[in-house]
């Protein structure tokens, strides 16, 4: 894909789910790509990537990471955030570490590598910086307060950065996706009846103010992956600031 091919791509959470989709798509368009992640497999499953241990809640790990990645691979051109957790919980059941540990991992990490890359890319006037969030972050949700505060206070951070970065050619843009089958997701019904929950995903819940999925699919992640390879390339040279959802019409666009 156009402005992909040659370019150095880091990507957080690179070793499962729609973090792994993301390595594989850009490995794939011919990006040097630089996996990062807590855990990651043996590298003949990074797809050709190359692999840098990382704990996105420590700033210091972040700065040592971005250097390293810049030295092995070259100047980073595209950076996807998409290292996150999700430990579901009504509000009067989640307990200050599980809130902090929520915003550690989906706020702070974002902040850490964003400043980190956009540092680098400033001088070099060029880059793209795609944040995965979530369509949780513009439609209350159950259970998910948490989650869905921390993933809006990400979106937000996100664009209020491509603002600052427009002066200087740097792209920055949101893909927030729906319910996607990843381990994230299975684990989540695997905490109920899983077909039941599965159904409920598809035609949605009115106890839970849930609306279903119009589409009539959960999204695999390569769907996810497909809109970050189109914002990161140059066919998207001219959209900045945007949040894109991926959920098959969920949010009904609210």
């Known amino acids: 894909m156009d402005g992909i091919g040659g370019r150095v791509a880091l990507v957080t959470g690179a070793g499962q789910g729609i973090g792994a989709a993301v390595r594989d798509a850009l490995t794939g368009a011919g990006a040097r790509v630089a996996a990062a992640d807590l855990r990651l497999g043996p590298p003949e499953g990074l797809a050709g990537a190359a692999p840098y241990p990382l704990d996105v809640r420590d700033p210091r790990a972040v700065e040592e990471t971005v250097a390293a990645v810049e030295r092995d691979l070259g100047p980073i051109d595209i950076l996807v955030n998409v290292a996150g957790v999700l430990l579901p919980g009504q509000v009067g059941e989640t307990g200050d570490e599980e809130w902090r540990q929520t915003f550690a991992v ?6 850490h590598t964003c400043r980190a890359v956009a540092d680098r890319m400033t001088p070099r006037r060029r880059g793209a910086i795609i944040t995965v969030g979530s369509n949780a972050a513009s439609v209350p949700r159950i259970g998910m307060a948490a989650y869905a505060a921390s993933k809006a206070a990400a979106g937000m951070f996100t ?4 603002l600052e970065l427009a002066r200087y050619g740097i792209r ?20 109920q009846d899983p077909a039941g929950a599965h159904d409920a995903t598809l035609d949605g819940d009115p106890a839970a103010f849930r ?23 140059d066919r ?3 959209i900045t600031m945007h949040d894109l959802l991926v959920d098959g019409g969920a949010t009904l666009r609210a």
Do not use: K, Q
């Open 159 to 162: 664009r209020c950065l491509g």
């Open 172 to 191: 920055c843009n949101v893909v927030s996706p729906g319910s996607t089958d990843t381990s994230m997701l299975r684990a989540l019904w695997e905490s």
């Open 211 to 233: 609306v279903g999925i119009p589409l009539g699919r959960v999204a695999d992640p390569r769907d996810i992956a497909d809109a970050v390879l189109f914002l990161a390339s």
């Open 236 to 238: 998207a040279r001219h």
């Open 106 to 111: 989906n706020a702070d990490g974002v902040f």
